[in-house]
Nanobody, 119 residues
């Protein structure tokens, strides 16, 4: 069994910053790609950023220059540093990881953490 648990969400004013964390636990052989997604009310879930096990990153255009994804492989944890937050960044943020657990490779999701940016 594998679990992903996000933390770090909350309420922040526009222009402020938040740092999200997502820790993976359970029967983990190795973690490949990790990423952050978000879903705003009434909208589909969308990609925010991803990072490979080697540290290569990719960002959605709307987050380039404002968000930074990183990971600590020793801690099985991925982070999302969010700066210059805007009200349109308000959403539930989900962590996703591709994990080899035992002999099975699968995609796992966290339950999400709410980020609310006030204007």
């Amino acid at each position: 069994q594998v679990q992903l648990v996000e933390s770090g969400g909350g309420l922040v004013q526009a222009g402020g910053s938040l740092r999200l964390s997502c820790a993976a636990s359970g029967t983990i052989v190795t973690i490949k790609d990790m990423g952050w997604y978000r879903q705003a009310p009434g909208k589909e879930r969308e990609l925010v950023a991803t990072i490979t096990s080697g540290g290569s990153t990719m960002y959605a255009d709307s987050q380039k220059g404002r968000f930074t994804i990183s990971r600590d492989n020793a801690k099985n944890t991925v982070y999302l540093q969010m700066d210059s937050l805007k009200p349109e960044d308000t959403a539930v943020y989900y962590c996703k990881a591709r994990i080899l657990s035992g002999f099975m490779l699968g995609d796992y999701w966290g339950r999400g953490t709410q980020v609310t940016v006030s204007s």
